[in-house]
């Protein structure tokens, strides 16, 4: 995994805190899409199982994958039985029957060489795809350049690019832009579950503190943006925490192994 990935460990606590949880929304839509009953799942980048406890809750058993030894500490505490959380890597995993494969704000830390492919072989004939995810995003534009210009010595941008470079405006986002070019799965959608979330300042720096971004900077200027963020901060904030879901169907049809898609 690139090592920008692997820096969540160092904040796992933080991350179980402040990231904000997914709504039940979410599996509606999952289920709906499916068509059928989702007994079994596998995730990948579990993370401390934002994603996984929402699955788990609604009775499916869950295979929760995450490769940084703090993180998956984390996840162990706060899923239910119905859960295995195994320390791996996407890259790692071989083969599955499973009736969803799902990715929550972790798909775009894997590797593009042969990610489909290996996608379709953990599932079953009639397996899904979903992945889902979003930044949070300050809703007021006065607090939002305050804060853009309290960040702009330090990072021009605290956003992840998207992986095939979709530009924000195009009617498909990754990685629905990847899932319509491969012949491995069809009948692929995008929708945008809205949000609106309340936040104290502390929280949202909170958040902010788990940003891969963030991580990235050395000790000394992170805690300088930080601080320089929380001076413009009112006593709490509005943030946009939409979720964006990419769902797709394993194609029926045998298909030869895929390209990289990045490549097309």
Do not use: C
């Not at 709906?32 to 579990?46: F, K, L, M, N």
């Not at 058993?61 to 959380?85: G, K, Q």
């Not at 930044?135 to 350049?145: H, I, K, S, W």
């Amino acid at each position: 995994m690139p090592v920008r990935a692997l820096t969540f460990g160092t904040v796992a606590e933080a991350y179980e805190r402040y990231r904000p949880d997914y709504p039940q929304p979410l599996y509606d839509l999952i289920t709906g899409y499916a068509g059928h009953p989702i007994r079994t799942a596998v995730e990948i980048g579990a993370g401390t199982g934002k994603a996984t406890r929402l699955l788990a809750a609604n009775g499916v058993t869950v295979t929760a994958t995450e490769p940084d030894p703090a993180m998956l500490t984390e996840l162990r505490r706060h899923v239910p039985p119905n859960v295995t959380a195994t320390r791996a890597a996407f890259e790692d995993l071989t083969t599955g029957d499973y009736d969803l494969f799902y990715a929550a704000a972790a798909l775009h830390w894997t590797k593009p060489d042969g990610r489909w492919q290996r996608v379709a072989s953990l599932l079953a004939p009639d397996g899904v795809v979903a992945v889902f995810g979003g930044p949070l995003q300050l809703t007021d534009a006065g607090v939002e350049r305050a804060v853009r210009s309290a960040r702009a010595p330090f990072l021009e941008s605290d956003d992840f690019p998207s992986p095939d470079g979709t530009g924000p405006d195009a009617a498909m986002q990754w990685p629905g832009t990847e899932l319509e070019r491969s012949p491995l799965f069809t009948d692929v959608r995008q929708h945008v579950i809205e949000r609106r979330v309340t936040m104290t300042a502390e929280g949202f720096l909170g958040h902010l503190s788990t940003v891969s971004a963030y991580l990235e900077l050395a000790p000394a200027p992170r805690a300088e943006v930080f601080r320089r963020i929380a001076d413009v901060l009112p006593e709490t904030v509005e943030v946009t925490a939409d979720v964006f879901v990419h769902l797709a169907r394993r194609s029926s049809e045998k298909q030869p192994a895929e390209s990289n898609p990045t490549e097309r």
